[in-house]
Nanobody, 125 residues
Framework: DVQLVESGGGSVQAGGTLRLSCAAS????????LAWFRQGAGKARQGVAA?????????WYRDFAEDRFTISLGNGRSAVYLEMTSLKPEDTGVYFC??????????????????WGQGTQVTVS
């Protein structure tokens, strides 16, 4: 099993910055890719960005995140971060860390991800 624990959420004014962290544990083969998703109130879960832990510096983003957010690894690839800048009210939601044992290359479809954290709230006003 993979355990994922998010932190770093909070309230910020529009234009501000937040850095989310996710600590990942469990078999490394079950977390070949780590990703961030978000879910606004009454909305479907939406992919934000993903990164490979096994296959080099490979990462990809949803369009809205491409220029403002940065996903990165740390702690010997047992942590994944999401640096969010120029935040907008529409970025408000619960942000989830997810892990995949498969190869969701280029996709942020939630069905490719096997393990999920509990989420951390981000509020932009």
């Amino acid at each position: 099993d993979v355990q994922l624990v998010e932190s770093g959420g909070g309230s910020v004014q529009a234009g501000g910055t937040l850095r989310l962290s996710c600590a990942a544990s469990g078999y490394s083969t079950n977390r070949k890719y780590l990703a961030w998703f978000r879910q606004g109130a009454g909305k479907a879960r939406q992919g934000v960005a993903a990164i490979s832990t096994h296959y080099g510096p490979e990462s990809w983003y949803r369009d809205f995140a491409e220029d403002r957010f940065t996903i990165s690894l740390g702690n010997g690839r047992s942590a994944v971060y999401l640096e969010m800048t120029s935040l907008k009210p529409e970025d408000t939601g619960v942000y989830f860390c997810a892990a995949s044992s498969r190869h969701p290359i280029g996709t942020l479809n939630p069905s490719w991800y096997d393990s999920w954290g509990q989420g951390t709230q981000v509020t932009v006003s």
